[in-house]
Every structure is written in structure tokens, then in C-alpha cells.
């Protein structure tokens, strides 16, 4: 009885043994896991392609998605909110800027001041960057008060008038004056509107911020 005993646990420890050394050569015979990278993938950006907006060749619709954004300037800049000074161009190339306004005084002698009104001149320096002559009659300007309303009227003083008439030449600048009259109840701050009608249809009208001198 004790030598079957001994036998039965004999075979047992034998067995015991055989698993484990089955076991460990199983996990030596498996591949070390694959490490996955913590870093993503790094991703191209697009180029945005640049744009001329004073490129006489752009059509309307390129113009307007590029370059008017609310509206742009030919920099690519606001057409709104410019400051006297500033430039704006269509994308013809024709440029404008507001130089100034200033109170008028230079009254000949068949004028006279409103005394309920600020009488004041305008300049501007229209730049025709295209490649072929402007019609200055396509411009108009239009003024309003920029504190509590109001709109200005147009007028014409005699001394030192240069009103938007004719054509300028490819290349060529020239100052034109507008003279106008706002309410003295309106104040001095004003914003000027550069309107422009062709038959190229610009629908962009910059408009500039400033003082009346």
C-alpha cells in the first residue's frame, strides 16, 4: 500500500513539472508587442495662393472673394474705416485717398459764409494704376456727419476748385477737390463715401473717417 503511494506521487510531480516547462517555452516562442507612437501624424497646410488685388486682369467675382472681404482694398486691407490718408483701389488699379477736409474761408467776392453751417473742402489724390484712362465723371462723393447724424450738402467754391471732371491717363495722379456744407448742430467728424459707377460693375464704395480741419 505505501510503495503505490509513493508511486502515484511520483507520477504527479512528474506531470506538475512537465506543464511548466511547456508553459515557459510557449511564452519565449511569442513576438514582443509592436509599440505604438504617441505623436500624431503631422499634417501639411495648405498654401493660400496670393492675390493681386490691383491686377487690371482679375475678374469681379475673383475680386470680390480676395481682395472685398466687407469690403478690401487693393492691399487686401478694409475698405471701410479708413483713415484719412489711407488708400483704397478697385481692382482695375485706380487708387484713391482722402488727404484732407478743412474749414473753406477763401471766399471771393460773391460769396459769404453760412454762419448755421461748417463750410469745408475736401482733397483727393486719385492714382490710375490701370492701363488705360479713367472717366473721372464715374466718381461721386458722398458726406456724412460721423457724431450725432446729418449729411452734408454739395456746393462749389470758386478759389482753388478742381471738381471730378475729365480723364486721367495711365500712370498719372492728380488732386481733386469736393466742397461741401454740414450743419454746425452735426459737429466736425464726418465720413467720407468714394461712389463709383462703371461698366465694369465695382460694387465697392470705400469709405473714410476723419476731421473737418
Not at 506543464?19 to 503631422?42: F, I, M, V
Not at 450743419?183 to 459707377?197: A, L, S, W, Y
Request: proline share 5%.
Amino acid at each position: 500500500m505505501r510503495v503505490h503511494t509513493a508511486a502515484a506521487a511520483a507520477l504527479v510531480l512528474a506531470v506538475t513539472l512537465t506543464g511548466c516547462g511547456s508553459s515557459d517555452s510557449s511564452n519565449d516562442a511569442q513576438p514582443p508587442a509592436a509599440t505604438k507612437s504617441s505623436e500624431p501624424a503631422a499634417k501639411e497646410s495648405p498654401t493660400e495662393a496670393a492675390v493681386d488685388c490691383a491686377d487690371g486682369d482679375l475678374s469681379q467675382a475673383e475680386w470680390m472673394e480676395q481682395c472685398d472681404g466687407s469690403g478690401t482694398g487693393g492691399d487686401g486691407g478694409p475698405s471701410t474705416g479708413l483713415a484719412f490718408g489711407k488708400s483704397f483701389s478697385w481692382p482695375d488699379g485706380l487708387g484713391v485717398t482722402v488727404v484732407e477736409a478743412k474749414v473753406f474761408s477763401d471766399w471771393d467776392e460773391y460769396e459769404s459764409p453760412d454762419p448755421k453751417a461748417t463750410e469745408f473742402r475736401l482733397k483727393l489724390k486719385f492714382t490710375n494704376g490701370s492701363k488705360a484712362s479713367v472717366d473721372l465723371s464715374e466718381l461721386s462723393i458722398l458726406v456724412d456727419g460721423a457724431t450725432n447724424g446729418g449729411q452734408a450738402s454739395g456746393s462749389t467754391f470758386s478759389r482753388g476748385s478742381a471738381p471730378l471732371e475729365g480723364r486721367i491717363a495711365p500712370g498719372v495722379s492728380a488732386v481733386k477737390t469736393d466742397d461741401n456744407a454740414l450743419g454746425k448742430e452735426f459737429g466736425k467728424k464726418i465720413v467720407v463715401t468714394v461712389q463709383r459707377t462703371s461698366d465694369d460693375g465695382f460694387e465697392a464704395f470705400p469709405e473714410f473717417e476723419g476731421s473737418i480741419g
